[in-house]
């Protein structure tokens, strides 16, 4: 075998190692009843969930507990499914984030009861909500 | 009343530019397949047309900064980029701001590019600016805002507020201009977001030129002569690009709060790919000049980076990348026209490559083990593996949309550990590359077999061991990875100084460019390690922790809660925060803000007490002051050790309303670490939620309790006089004295109590930072007593994170040299082609 086929191999097998690593480090999209299910089949692999916060009547925030000491807190969020949960985020509260029209948790059950959060992606409204972008015609 | 001049001159320049563009691109086709006879007038006529087009983008450059110069609100992109209250250097980042902006920022550069490769080169003018022309029509298309039926072709920047936004206002006056805009991103309200863009923008454009010399060697059947004058371009690309992105690192480490220069982001890594795929470009080009080898690989290489700066482009500006980063782009509805402008110049860049490829000369000895070329195509391949690691799963997002627009579902999200992931990979390929640059550039220079090889290596060798173990030591490495990592990088900086040395020695400054540049990836791999892998969090609670006997307490809390003059400790430090602070211009430093009120007006504010720095007054009690960004707050913590003040940090921070809290960093530079701190949470002082009446009837001199601080009540004096606000005769005023001490600060709270027709007035004093508020209710003369009445809330705050960043000066001092390797070997290399010109070879 020649040189130039020796490396030829070497460099599709590190590819290969590459795509397969990407695939086993990918996260997914899932629902809060799939993350409890990967929970109890042992996978401990952090996924993303997308949904909201629990809203009262009157369009208010609800159960959100703030720790003592202001660098934790826990909050009840609602996935897309409609299952509603309780997920601890190690972080301060973020600005805003009583605002929010939709939150993606990135994280993994810590226990039967809750789910930890170790980042929280955040979609505001934006500041042109309301108004709609025409194209100017000519 | 509605201004449309800029915006109609802005336009019409627009139309211009694109239609100058496609016939520069027809007039120098006719050029370059033009008899001799008639080649000067088809040369000269192109010139023309191209000297009409770049004065066409700079007027479309000049009417948007004018528009936004002139606070013209009528128009959306200032009202959406823009306000009154933005000093000028800022109002220049407004202007790419908006995508409109970045795009004309690029055709700038591609004019400016396209102008120097037109007076710089005699044979390839022709058949290279065909293809920067292309480029050119291509890119003005992105910001025509042309209408034709259900078709919309880019999105214009000069389109007027009233047609961009159908707000119920502008039907009732047609003529609406708003008062102010809505501003520019806070977190680009920073000196390097006015330079780095630019820089960014003018590597974007610099792939061109190596890609237009290709594409124009291709075409006219010069398989390899491109190679010289693309050389110095590609060279000065990569310089640009890695200056951009080095940039971008920085700003990101002094701006935004994720806590370090890199984070993997998307928009990072759309930079960080084509500048890897160039840079083995460069490599397997210098190895063409030297043994005619590599030369199908170097075309593959410029083809793919300037795709791949066209990818990056349509990844961060198509919306495709939606939640997966931080940097929010919103869909103008141009990803298909990005999309057909990629497709066009990868199929044009397909066709003229197989059509040349079996004329392409090539080599068939096969490269010994002992050659240069062998080590640097090693290289190469490792740049471009590293570079797939990276584009792959930065794809995710578009993988996702292609199998969801055939009706399928993929739910693949990108890794949630980004830093660990990326660098579980990269780590290591940088490493193979540091010895790789170390083994190549003795090959390069020297013929070499095994033994010579052996030879020369050992001195190096022992010495980077040396060193290497004395950073070890006095560095406290003991990871194995990291082991491996300082071998590596002592290795490179060790093998290319002995090289440089024998250059020096030998020769001229002007060869010295690769060992240069590779010493500085040396230093940037020994910089990341101890930067990022011995960076340390050191804001963990220690106070008090509460035990909650849930797995909350084998989490570690990485902020702090500072309250106002309590001191709290911060590992070696005892931080205590002490108020918030605003920049105020023709000052030094910075002002505290309780000296300042609040006046009339964007910016404007009254000084309540002298402001003096340094022993030199700026102002006066009383006198008007112009504050810098009015609704930007420094937040100072005196940082103490062993009881003494070591140093201040003000990490500033502003609530935005769009964007949330906008927090920056400020550090501690010292020459071996940094001391980072970032606000993570702001105290909120608009309606604040007072407490209950407390009620304490006093006598002078008299100490008393309000929310734990011991208060004295030193006095009552009746005044004549009252600071803002006049008094009568008859009229009787009492201010009370009262002083509280908190922690180590002791403050004077004088309400005031008023007498007037026998009606009773009251002046209660609020006090943001103690969170108090006092009024003097009443006064029983007989009995000498005074009655206050308490509100108390909490005391301001700030919750803080802190990370110690060792030895991160050698990666920023082993970035400047690797960019000034380049620099050196941009100027051999342009050196070389142009004498080869002169003698009229090229």
Redesign the interface.
């Known amino acids: 075998m020649k040189k130039g086929h020796i490396l030829g191999l070497g460099i599709i097998a590190i590819a290969i190692v590459i795509i397969v690593s990407m695939l086993g480090d990918a996260s997914t999209y899932e629902s809060f009843a799939t993350a409890k299910e990967m929970k109890v089949k042992g996978e401990d692999k952090a996924i993303h969930v997308v949904g909201q916060l629990k809203k009262g009547i009157s369009g208010e925030v609800e159960g959100i507990e703030v720790n003592e000491n202001k660098t934790s807190f826990y909050f009840m969020m609602i996935d897309n499914d409609g299952t509603e949960q309780k997920v601890f985020y190690n972080e301060p509260v973020p600005a805003d984030f009583h605002r929010s029209e939709q939150v993606v948790v990135i994280g993994a059950y810590k226990s039967e009861e809750i789910f930890m959060a170790d980042k929280i992606l955040m979609k505001c409204p934006s500041k042109y909500q309301e108004t709609e972008v025409n194209t100017a015609g000519m | 009343m509605i201004n449309t001049f800029a915006g109609n001159l802005g336009h019409f320049a627009t139309i211009l530019a694109f239609v100058s563009a496609v016939v520069t691109a027809f007039s120098y086709y006719k050029y370059t397949v033009a008899s001799e006879l008639e080649k000067p007038n088809w040369r000269n006529f192109s010139r023309i047309l191209f000297y009409i087009h770049s004065i066409a983008s700079v007027t479309i450059a000049i009417s948007l900064f004018e528009i936004i110069y002139s606070h013209r609100f009528e128009y959306f992109y200032a009202y959406?980029h823009s306000s009154i209250a933005l000093p000028v250097h800022y109002m220049i980042s407004s202007f790419w701001e908006g995508q409109e902006g970045a795009f004309i920022l690029w055709i700038f550069w591609n004019v400016v590019l396209g102008l120097v490769v037109i007076h710089t080169n005699k044979s390839w003018e022709g058949p290279v600016m065909i293809v920067f022309a292309l480029v050119q029509a291509f890119l003005v298309s992105m910001i025509l805002?042309?209408?034709i039926g259900d078709l919309?072709i880019g999105?214009?920047p000069?389109?007027?507020l009233r047609?961009?936004?159908?707000?119920p206002i502008f039907q009732m006056n047609p003529d609406f201009v708003p008062e102010d805009g809505?501003g520019l991103n806070p977190l680009l309200q920073n000196i390097w977001m006015v330079i780095h863009p630019p820089t960014l923008f003018l590597g974007y454009a610099s792939t061109l030129v190596p890609f237009a010399f290709l594409m124009a060697g291709l075409a006219s059947k010069r398989y390899s002569e491109w190679i010289r004058p693309a050389l110095p371009w590609a060279i000065f690309s990569a310089m640009i690009l890695g200056m951009g992105i080095i940039m971008g690192a920085y700003w990101a480490y002094v701006t935004l709060n994720f806590g370090g220069y890199w984070n993997w982001d998307p928009v990072e890594n759309a930079v960080y790919v084509p500048w890897l795929i160039m840079v083995a470009g460069i490599h397997t080009m210098i190895t063409f000049k030297k043994s005619s080898t590599a030369l199908k690989t170097s075309i593959v290489l410029i083809i793919a980076s300037f795709i791949l700066v066209l990818y990056a482009t349509f990844l961060v500006r198509s919306g495709v990348l939606g939640?997966s980063s931080v940097h929010s782009f919103t869909d103008l509805g141009l990803s298909g026209q990005l999309l057909i402008y990629l497709l066009f110049f990868l199929a044009v860049a397909i066709f003229l490559s197989v059509r040349a490829w079996k004329y392409i000369p090539t080599s068939d000895k096969?490269?010994s083990?002992y050659s240069r070329e062998f080590w640097i195509f090693?290289g190469a391949?490792t740049l471009s593996?590293m570079a797939?690691?990276v584009i792959?799963?930065t794809s995710?997002p578009v993988w996702n949309a292609i199998v969801e627009s055939f009706g399928g579902i993929s739910?693949?999200?990108?890794?949630?550990?980004q830093v660990g992931?990326y660098t579980k990979?990269q780590l290591w390929f940088a490493v193979v590359l540091a010895l790789l640059t170390a083994v190549g550039q003795f090959f390069w220079w020297n013929k070499m077999d095994g033994k010579t090889l052996k030879d020369t290596l050992v001195m190096p060798y022992i010495i980077s061991v040396l060193i290497a173990a004395l950073i070890i030591v006095l560095g406290k490495v003991y990871n194995v990875s990291y082991i491996v990592v300082v071998l590596a990088g002592s290795f490179t900086i060790v093998a290319n100084a002995t090289i440089l040395f024998k250059l020096l020695k030998k020769s001229t400054f002007k060869l010295a460019g690769g060992s240069l540049a590779h010493i500085g990836l040396g230093m940037i791999l020994i910089g990341v390690m101890f930067s990022s892998g011995y960076s340390e969090t050191i804001s963990y609670?220690l106070?008090g922790l509460?035990y909650k006997n849930s797995?909350?307490d084998e989490?570690n809390?990485?902020?702090?809660?500072l309250w106002i003059n309590k001191p709290t400790q911060i590992k070696d430090y005892t931080a205590i925060y002490r108020g918030r602070q605003k920049k105020v211009v023709g000052v030094p430093g910075l002002v505290e803000s309780k000296i300042l009120k609040k006046a009339e007006g964007v910016n404007h504010a009254i000084a309540l007490k002298d402001i003096v720095v340094d022993g030199k007054t700026y102002h006066r009690e009383g006198e008007f002051v112009q504050i810098v960004l009015e609704e930007n707050n420094y937040y100072k913590i005196d940082y103490y050790q062993e009881d003494q003040l070591a140093f201040s940090l003000s990490p500033m921070a502003q609530?935005n309303?769009?964007?949330?809290?906008i927090s920056s960093p400020d550090s501690k530079r010292y020459l071996n670490k940094d001391l980072y701190t970032f606000v993570?949470?702001i105290n909120d002082l608009e309606d604040p939620e007072w407490n209950k009446d407390e009620v304490f009837e006093v006598s002078p001199n008299d100490t008393f309790f309000i929310s734990d601080m011991v208060t004295k009540f030193e006095s009552a004096d009746v005044v004549k006089e009252l600071d803002g606000m006049q008094l009568f005769d008859g009229d009787v005023a009492v201010k009370a004295k009262l002083t509280i001490q908190d922690y180590d600060v002791e403050k004077v709270l004088e309400p005031i109590f008023i007498i007037r027709n026998n009606q009773v007035g009251r002046v209660p004093i609020i006090d943001d930072e103690l969170g108090i508020k006092i009024e003097l209710t009443n006064i029983l003369p007989e009995e000498n007593k005074f009655v206050f009445t308490v509100n108390s809330t909490q005391k301001d705050?700030v919750?803080l994170k802190a990370i110690v960043k060792p030895q991160i000066n050698i990666l920023w001092a082993g970035t400047i040299i690797m960019l000034i390797g380049f620099c050196v070997a941009i100027y051999r290399r342009y050196d070389e082609f142009s004498k080869m010109r002169d003698k009229g070879l090229e």
């Open positions: 959406s805002g042309v209408v919309k999105s214009s000069f389109i007027l047609d961009a936004i159908s707000a809505t939640d096969e490269a083990v090693i391949t593996l797939f690691q792959l799963p995710i739910n693949m999200a990108p890794p949630t550990d992931f990979f609670n106070s509460t797995f909350e989490i809390k990485e902020h702090v809660l609530y309303t769009s964007m949330g809290l993570s949470v705050y919750i």
